[in-house]
């Protein structure tokens, strides 16, 4: 069994070369934070960029400490063996009635009780990876209902024997706390890359957006194939995708993004999907589940989902097992595509 992963997919561009025009106020912090089992860097500008950077970074590894499913003194973990957890900070709370939220919206496609299965597979780390029985998945999918976690009064509680991992919400959710980070340190510029995340903050120095590659899916490892470029201001920009973590086994590529209706890789026809939305309460929360549940719905219900929103408006990329990238109106005029990887580019309305 071979162990592949591929991070690093959306690549951030011109971040650097920017030092020599920078007035006295602009001056920057870049920090390379590894923490919620990716790489991540944030880069802070402004007087107070270093002790900004810092403070993400304080942040990033304060929740980290919450949410972590490896962790076993972490709330999740704590949670997730109890089966109940008395909540006195309400910050998981909150993330869960998110989550909550996106299960129900995505019909189920987002479901953090998707977690057993998840482990099944390998992908919460530990024993490696495997492909599990039909008759595993068969009794795992029987725990998995999001609707079944509750909070009442204080207390936090799951169903019988059901766990939940919040990998897919996790780092949306600190990409909007950093927000909060910048606005305190004012912060008058910034870019975060968490993994798959990315928080574009203000614009770069030059007072053009930031430009954020989206990884061709067809070649992961190489980081400058990319499928388009981004132009972004004030925006999150999350992807999602089989390539980003995954094993071979007997010729066959099992990754980690599972569909709860069948306890499988989802398999949906798309092979990346990108949500993008501008800053506000909660939306890169919203840009994480929104792109773990799109790609598992595939192209025809994901545009149907953004045509039908009635939520935080977003924006959608999305490539194709059969070699389209499909941009959502709204996002045309920033999208820039990348003719050498090959596809054919559709915006759709
Ligand atoms: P992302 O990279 O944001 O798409 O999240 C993928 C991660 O979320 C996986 O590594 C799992 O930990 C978890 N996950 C997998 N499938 C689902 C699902 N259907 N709903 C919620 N979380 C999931
Ligand atoms: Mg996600």
Not at 205 to 214: K, L, M
Not at 295 to 305: C, T, Y
Request: glycine share 12%; proline share 4%; charged share 20%.
């Amino acid at each position: 069994m071979k162990r592949l992963t591929a991070y690093g997919f959306l690549m951030l561009l011109l971040l650097s070369g920017c030092g020599a025009q920078l007035s006295p106020d602009e001056a920057q912090e870049s920090i390379q934070v590894i923490a919620m089992d990716t790489a991540m860097l944030i880069t802070t500008y402004g007087e107070r960029s270093p002790a900004a950077a810092y403070a993400c970074e304080d942040t990033i590894r304060d929740l980290e400490k919450k949410l972590s499913r490896t962790d076993p003194d972490s709330e999740v973990s704590r949670l997730n063996n109890a089966g109940t957890l008395e909540d006195s900070e309400s910050e998981l709370r909150s993330i869960l009635i998110q989550a909550g939220q996106y299960c129900q919206k995505t019909g189920g496609a987002f479901d953090i009780t998707v977690a057993p299965v998840v482990a099944a597979w390998g992908f919460a780390g530990g024993d490696g990876y495997r492909v599990p029985s039909q008759k595993e998945l068969d009794r795992l999918l029987e725990l998995v209902d999001g609707f079944a976690v509750k909070g009442n009064g204080q207390t936090l509680s799951l169903g019988p024997g059901q766990s939940i991992d919040l990998g897919a919400i996790a780092k949306g959710y600190a990409a909007d706390k950093l927000v909060g980070v910048f606005q305190e340190y004012e912060v008058p510029r910034g870019l975060a890359q968490l993994g798959g995340n990315v928080l574009a903050y203000g614009d770069r120095p030059d007072g053009t957006p930031w430009r954020v590659g989206i990884q061709d899916p067809a070649k992961p490892d190489d980081q400058n194939a990319f499928a388009g470029v981004l132009e972004l201001t004030d925006a999150f920009a999350v992807t999602s995708g089989g390539y980003q973590r995954y094993f071979e086994e007997n010729g066959k590529r099992y990754h980690h993004i599972i569909d709860p209706a069948t306890g499988y890789p989802a398999d949906s026809g798309l092979t990346s999907v990108t949500v993008a939305a501008g800053i506000s309460d909660g939306s890169g929360a919203m840009c994480d589940a929104l792109s773990t549940a799109l790609f598992i719905m595939g192209e025809e219900k994901a545009l149907d989902l953004w045509r039908h929103w009635d939520g935080t408006p977003f924006e959608l990329v999305l490539v194709t097992e059969d070699g389209r990238v499909v941009v959502t109106e709204g996002l045309a005029d920033r999208f820039t595509p990348d003719e050498s990887g090959g596809y054919a580019y559709e915006t759709v309305s």
